[in-house]
């Protein structure tokens, strides 16, 4: 896999604000699928790679955070709409 990019701080406060208001997401990766998934919490690797942890129907799963490239709150109440991740 490429070298890890840290994603920018302020970004990185809208996966805490998911996490933390329990919003489904509707998350694009870099690669172009989509999927639909709650995020539970961030995490740093041993390998200094950050991670969104994330639960699905197929159950959980790690997302690099380099590998997103905008999430969207299902929920129309949600505190901010869709936010792109990468440049």
Known sequence: MSTYQPLDCDLHDYLEIAC???YQLLIELTDGSRLQA???????ASDQCEYLEVETAQGRQSLRLDQL???TPVAEQARFGRILLQP
Do not use: Y
Request: hydrophobic share 55%.
């Open 20 to 22: 933390l208001f329990h």
């Open 38 to 44: 709650l995020p539970l919490t961030t995490r740093t």
């Open 69 to 71: 490239l905008a999430i």
